[in-house]
């Protein structure tokens, strides 16, 4: 298998549909419950799978195949980042997170890691590919985002989500995964990226200080 596909959720009933829609795709589920940021469920999730190229998604995502084999074709490309709903349904190979850093886990209680990760994509000068392809039904999220916007004002020496300039304050931290030896991949430079998702667009032009 040249991929793992995971919903990480801490709500197994809705995994089935998703599961069913995805075929002949096949999907993990991977049980979120209890874990105290959205990116440490990343992470644990990333260093699970037993494969260089990993897929995750929520569970309010239902992709088709054809999604899943639409990313794989974006990375192929050389895109670092592919996220076809935002980091609702988003893949990449484990080398971007062994060159870049794991997802910051400091954003605790959920929120910001978004940001947090586009801001650092551009920063390394790597090209993503963001929109809002996939169907998605919306709903309340259960993750606090109120705990996590101080961490990412200090990092980022402000409100870089609405000033657009992001002066780096503080370094990725180390955490204990491990993610397997180093795979050389050759990636786009940021100015080919590909980003239509609203919540994403400005981060397109954001300067990096």
Known sequence: MSHSNFVISHRPHLFTPIQHNILPESVEYFDGTGYPSFSKLVNSCV???DTETVIIMS????PRAADVQHLLKLLDQGY???ALYRLAFFGFKKQLLRE???FDERYVGGGYEDDDFYIRLKEANLASYITEEVEYAKSKSTWNYGLAQGHFYQKW?????HSGVAARQTQEETYNYYLGPNV??????WSHSV????RAKRYQDITIK
């Open 80 to 82: 670092a980042f592919v």
């Open 184 to 189: 050389p991949v050759k990636y786009l430079p």
């Open 100 to 102: 870049i850093g794991m």
């Open 157 to 161: 020496g402000g409100d870089a989500k």
């Open 195 to 198: 980003i239509t998702a609203g």
């Open 59 to 62: 569970d309010k995502v239902m």
């Open 47 to 49: 260093a699970a799978a």
